[in-house]
């Protein structure tokens, strides 16, 4: 056994260049996968970290939708359960104009009163060594906050100083009382908040007789005696009424984990994909181990040892490279989840949170996990050349071995139908079970790679076709190719998995971005288009001042105007039951008729949503739901229920938890709510640029509130550069991907060659010069990266369109209309793929060249 | 609290505040009134003479001054024999003197901070919580008599005067916790009598360091206490304490303990004795008899001593307090042996402090007196 592994260390000694080259596949795999479970993590757990500070220690949570719950309801309420337990509290977004660092904030407003057993550091009980919480001017100075040490020292702000901000467009002047005193664990969950009293958050949000939410804790040591948690959650339903929501403290969790889901589903699949090019090129060095040692195996055979035991001695091999591999991976993974974390918390703040990370949170568990999966990895991918060794006959030693693993040719593309097949049935019937399309897409891979050798031998015939009149050295090269496909294949096809998803991705993305500045142009068919700054982490529901609204929508520039109101309700449909965004839209013909529509799509859809017969959806909604044209939605709004017919389906990328559109008749009937934004058609042949200038002006003079107002073709922009903001992150991974690649091919095909010494010696021996031999290396692998290159090519698209149809369908719930490759991921495939095997031959071709052809020869 | 001792209160509004006291838990050496308070009770009116009180008027607040007390103390009986303890307090604090005039629904200037403990003696129990609420949005509720009777709410407690009453009393008293609850209505009895100087409080030596105090001393109460089980009605003496300042103690006085006795020949007795960091007895310090008829008979500075005697430290060890009292005076002769009911009647709330039923046992003049009563004392946590 000793004696077989230093064997096996020897082998890979005298081969360094092809064990580092797996060794470093192994590691960018790994790395990438445990670089992304940090980044991941350390995003998860800030989020969550702020969601439990400031939910605190409670077991549930009452909300009532963007009016929120009147204060005395809340009193009452704590009068009721004991007095304790029950912590009222407002959150506002908060802008800092003049701050270059960061512009935006949440304001927490809490009763230092009420929170002392929910929040004990928002209390008047708090204290960190001698400084208390400024209860007392917290509560009576308005304005008055108090932050963290980092976020005051962000702010720039001091003791005593006063911080201009505004708060939903309106201008207020927040004023610090001086660092917040809290431990660090819960300071890190306040870096993006300004403490402040109920009243202050009141005041700053318009809100001035409401809370937004109420934090309960119905914990026996709490509540009254004689009342358990189920009858104090009957009470406090009954005492906040029906429009509030109370859910469990557990049900708010895992936000980000949902909030981030396509970026992290993006992600994943690079990384495993990476990691499955990592496990060829552990397949490829073992089984090219297995062979050079061939003939020592069988010597082992015939001495005694049983086969087992030389299988079981190559997958220890396979093992430990896997271990040095993965670890140094791991390594490698923390560094680059600093990289990751960047574009990743940009992505998070452009769509949903406000939070700010300072350093990825090194997980020891995510390192063991990563470690021990790319060992696993290596082990599985050298199961195969194990077998092949615990077969070699004790008559090796008698026999010249010619080639490895031919025969059963058959195989692959018997395998590669039955995964065809099993892809096809998966995809077709994906539904929103986004495993499924997970299987279906691996099981596609598998088919491509299967039919890699087919395709390849076909290529290479045709190449050979090709090249017929050209001189011998170039048919050598492809012949000799040709000749050697059968053990080229498998490299061949984790070049094509790896380049094949690298266009794959590259599809998807510019796809969806085609896509999304199409639909941008159908629901932004006006000029301009007001809204409030909304907060990054909510979507703009805070109303436009009426002055405002009328100033503009009668000025002399524009020809007609739409109006949104846009709030949350609870929405119960299909199989669905949710608060939901509704807006009650009062819409001009034009923006009635350039809606885009993805069912439904007739006047009298149209027509009846505006009379408030019936109800637009948006396409993730009716995915998430489950609906379609016709079917009822069920509204809960302050006078009970409300039922609408649905009259269309929506395309809309911007909100993947989805919508629903009523009529403006329909909505001042049933809900409340002011205009929360504002489109606008200006007179034909006015410039634009100048009218919006003018409108900014009048909306200064109609009111005191800041409201943005943008050109069409500014929020068209706008909107593009957060999406290709959110999409930098693949940019990233697809980047590494290629660098896997990059280094996959360089292995697999150095290797390779080094493979074929004999037939070079025997090259050399014939009157071959260096130049020569070095001109056949080069030329074939120039050869297997252009094939591996064009084969990738079909591959890829197949793979895009699977992701944009499927997965994204399953993930975000919208379809996209328009799929197609992009010319220049292909090219830059194609070209990656012949400059990364050209660089692998360099090393064998120089090595070749310099060696005696004796040399050559007994290398072999 | 009685007296002039603010401490308890202080001390809360201290930790509630937060201004600039080390530790509100340890209500002494390092907790002085003008630390506490700073410059905050600028703006704040003083009590600077005897007052002209007007009743019911003056069961309700008085915002001008800073702080301001409804203390309720009572001994009850049940018809099995079982004796209880009662307290219930409403403290208002203000945070500031004047504040804008806010929109908000929640914006406060002041808070209401109350207090309750239930004395189980012979089940040999002791109740106490706390609940605090600002005076604003429902939170909490502060009525005057005037508008349309007394009302006093926080949370789930309330002191409510009854509808057909005064606007004060009879005022129905509810409270309760974990393991403890009482629904009780006091009054009246005894008119009531004022403090000190026609009810001025005098504090300190500065003028304007007093505050305005006045007793219901005996007044019956009844009702009905739960302990972990089915309410038990029961019936007693209660002692209702009102007062309202805005300055507070000096800086040498460390606590105080106040008596409030109620002897079985209809003889009630209140004495504040003030603690100065030396160990000697502050000059401040009071006294006062109110006969049967209900005419009080202030006594002069020294007439009136406690000794302690004794000594029972909390569970936890974080203070240590004098296990029994002796009250001498020459005159009127009176020398009266003052027991708590039960050893721990410590409050361990916001503040930490001692307020129990006592049995009192003695003679006064001349002739053998037995009693109830209760008894607060106040600065005697231990250095931590």
């Known amino acids: 056994m000793k004696l077989l592994l230093r064997q096996g260390v020897r082998h890979h000694r005298r081969h360094p260049l092809q064990t580092l080259l797996t060794l470093f596949g192994i590691a960018v795999g790994t790395a990438m996968a445990c670089a992304m479970q940090l980044a991941q993590g350390t995003a998860e757990r800030a989020f969550d970290r702020a969601i439990e500070i400031v939910a605190g220690t409670s077991t549930h949570t009452a909300t009532a939708g963007p009016d929120g719950i009147e204060l005395e309801r809340c009193a009452a309420l704590r009068a009721r359960l004991g007095g ?42 708090a204290r960190a060594g001698a400084t208390p919480l400024p209860v007392a001017e917290l509560m009576t100075v308005p304005g008055a906050f108090v932050a963290t040490d980092a976020v005051l020292a962000r702010l720039g702000v001091k003791a005593g100083g006063a911080l201009p901000i505004t708060v939903a467009g309106r201008p207020f002047v927040a004023r610090c009382l001086g660092a917040l005193p809290v431990a660090a664990d819960v300071g890190k969950g306040l870096d993006d908040v300004l403490v402040v009293d109920l009243a202050t958050a009141q005041e700053w949000t318009g809100r001035t007789t409401r809370v937004d939410r109420i934090d309960l804790r119905l914990a026996p040591d709490l509540l009254p005696d004689g009342m358990d948690e189920r009858a104090a959650l009957a009470l406090a339903a009954e005492q906040l009424g029906p429009g509030v929501r109370i859910v ?50 069988g010597v082992l055979r015939a001495l005694g040892a049983r086969g087992p035991v030389l299988g ?18 791991a390594l490698l993974g923390t560094m680059l989840a600093q990289v990751l974390l960047d574009p990743l918390v940009r992505t998070l703040n452009d769509h949903y949170a406000t939070f700010e990370l300072h350093g990825v949170e090194l997980d020891l568990s995510v390192l063991a996990a990563s470690t021990l999966l790319g060992t696993l990895v290596a082990v599985l991918a050298a199961l195969g050349p194990a077998v092949a060794a615990s077969r070699v006959p004790p008559r090796e030693v008698l026999v010249v071995h010619a080639a490895v693993s031919v025969g059963r040719r058959w195989r692959a593309p018997v395998v590669g139908a039955v995964a065809a097949l099993c892809a096809w049935l998966c995809l077709s019937t994906t539904g929103d079970r986004l495993i499924q399309g997970y299987v279906g897409t691996l099981a596609m891979m598998v088919a491509a790679v299967a039919f890699v050798p087919p395709a390849l031998g076909g290529l290479l015939a045709v190449a050979a076709a090709l090249v017929r009149r050209a001189g011998p050295f170039v048919r050598y090269v492809v012949r000799g190719t040709a000749a050697a496909r059968d053990h080229l294949a498998m490299p061949v096809a984790a070049m094509v998995l790896a380049l094949a998803s690298t266009i794959g991705l590259a599809t998807l993305v510019g796809s969806f971005r085609t896509s999304v500045a199409e639909w941008l142009g159908q629901v932004l068919p006006a000029d301009v288009y007001v809204m409030v700054p909304g907060g990054v982490d909510e979507r703009p529901r805070s109303a436009i001042a009426p002055e405002i609204v009328a100033a503009l929508r009668g000025a002399p520039e524009v020809a007609e105007s739409t109006t949104y109101q846009r709030t949350l309700v609870r929405v119960r449909a299909g199989r669905g039951d949710d608060d939901v965004e509704l807006v009650g839209m009062d819409p001009t013909d034009a923006v009635k008729r350039g809606f885009p529509f993805v069912a439904g799509d007739d006047v009298a859809g149209r027509e009846s949503m505006v009379r408030g ?65 504002v489109s606008l058609h200006v007179h034909d042949g006015r410039d634009v640029d100048a009218v919006v200038a003018d409108l900014r002006r009048r909306a200064a003079d109609a009111a005191e509130q800041d409201v943005q107002i943008r050109s069409q073709r500014d929020l068209r922009e706008g909107s593009l550069a957060i999406f290709d903001r959110s999409f930098a992150i693949t940019g990233v991974m697809r980047l590494l991907c290629l660098i896997v690649a990059f280094f996959g091919i360089c292995s697999a095909f150095a290797s390779l060659q080094l493979e074929r010494g004999s037939e070079i010696g025997l090259l050399r021996c014939l009157g071959a010069r260096p130049a020569q031999i070095g001109g056949i290396v080069l030329g074939q692998t120039a050869v297997l990266g252009a094939c591996a290159g064009l084969l990738a090519l079909p591959v890829g698209a197949l793979l895009g369109h699977v992701l944009a149809a499927v997965i994204n369908k399953v993930s975000f719930g919208w379809s996209l209309p328009v799929v197609q490759v992009p010319v220049s991921a292909a090219g830059e495939v194609v070209a990656l793929a012949i400059v990364a095997a050209v660089l692998a031959g360099v090393q064998p071709a120089f090595r070749f060249a310099r060696m005696r052809p004796a040399e050559v020869l007994r290398e072999a | 609290m009685r007296a002039k001792s603010d401490l308890p209160v202080v001390a809360a509004t201290c930790a509630l505040l937060a201004t600039a006291c080390a530790d509100p838990v340890v209500p002494t050496s390092s907790m002085s009134v003008g630390d506490a308070l700073g410059g905050a009770d600028t703006g704040f009116a003083r009590a600077v003479a005897p007052p002209d009180l007007r009743f019911p008027r003056d069961h309700g607040a008085h915002p001008e001054f800073r702080t301001e007390w409804w203390y309720v103390t009572g001994n009850l009986d049940a018809a099995d024999g079982k004796r209880f303890g009662v307290q219930l307090v409403f403290f208002r604090q203000a945070l500031a003197a004047n504040v804008p005039a806010r929109p908000a629904n929640a ?63 009879p005022l129905d008293l509810r409270a ?18 004022l403090q000190g100087d026609r009810g001025l409080s005098r504090k300190g030596d500065e003028p304007g360091n007093a505050s305005i105090y006045y007793s219901m001393t005996r007044v019956p109460i009844e009702g009905t ?61 009071r006294g006062a008899i109110v006969g049967a008829d209900g005419r009080i008979e202030v006594l002069p500075p020294g007439a009136l001593v406690a000794t302690p005697s004794g000594e029972w430290t909390a569970r936890d060890g974080g203070a240590r307090y004098p296990a029994r009292w ?9 020398d009266l042996e003052v027991t708590p009911l039960r050893a721990d009647q410590e409050l361990r709330v916001l503040v930490r402090y001692w307020e129990g039923a006592v049995a009192v046992r003695g003679n006064l003049g001349g002739a053998a007196v037995a009693g109830r009563g209760y008894l607060e004392m106040t600065g005697y946590t231990t250095a931590r």
């Open chain 1, 84 to 125: 304790r337990g029950v912590a009222p509290s407002i959150t506002a977004v908060v802008r800092v104009p003049g701050s270059a660092q960061r512009t935006v904030l949440r304001a927490f407003g809490v009763d230092p009163l009420a929170d002392a057993d929910l929040r004990p550091w928002a209390s008047a009980n």
């Open chain 1, 248 to 297: 469990e403290a557990g049900a708010r969790s895992g936000g980000l984990s949902k909030l981030a889901r396509g970026f992290r589903i993006n992600v994943r699949a690079l990384s495993l994909l990476s990691l499955l090019v990592g496990a060829f090129l552990v397949h490829e060095t073992m089984r090219l181990s297995v062979v050079a040692r061939r003939r020592s195996f």
């Open chain 1, 312 to 329: 079981f001695v190559v997958a220890s091999e396979a093992a430990l490279l896997g271990l040095v591999g993965s670890v140094a991976g």
């Open chain 1, 613 to 677: 017969e019936s109800a637009w959806v948006s396409e993730p909604l009716s995915f998430r739901f489950g609906l379609a044209v016709g079917d009822p939605i069920v509204v809960t709004t302050p006078a009970g229920e409300a039922t609408l017919p649905i009259g269309g389906i929506y395309r809309d990328y911007s909100n993947e938890r989805g919508e629903v559109i009523v009529g403006k008749a329909w909505f001042d009937a049933h809900l409340t709510g002011g205009v929360t934004a």
């Open chain 2, 107 to 169: 914006a406060a200037r002041d808070v209401i901070l109350a207090h309750a403990a239930l004395t189980d003696v012979d089940g040999d129990r002791h109740f106490a919580e706390e609940r605090t609420g600002r005076l604003a949005g429902g939170m909490a509720e502060l009525r005057g008599p005037d508008e349309g009777g007394f009302r006093a709410v926080c949370a789930d407690w309330s002191a409510v005067a009854v509808a057909e009453g005064d606007g004060f009393l």
């Open chain 2, 176 to 193: 309760g916790g974990r393991g403890f609850a009482f629904d009780l209505r006091v009054g009246p009895g005894k008119p009531p009598v």
């Open chain 2, 225 to 285: 206490v739960r302990v972990s089980g089915a309410p038990l009605a029961v019936r007693g003496l209660a002692w209702i304490d009102r007062e309202w300042s805005t300055s507070a103690l000096g800086r040498d006085q460390v606590g105080w303990d106040w008596f409030s006795l109620q002897l079985d020949d209809g003889t009630d007795l209140m004495l504040y004795q003030l603690r100065k960091r030396d160990g000697s007895i502050d000059a401040n310090s």
């Open chain 2, 326 to 334: 002796r009250l001498t005076s020459t005159s009127p002769p009176l």
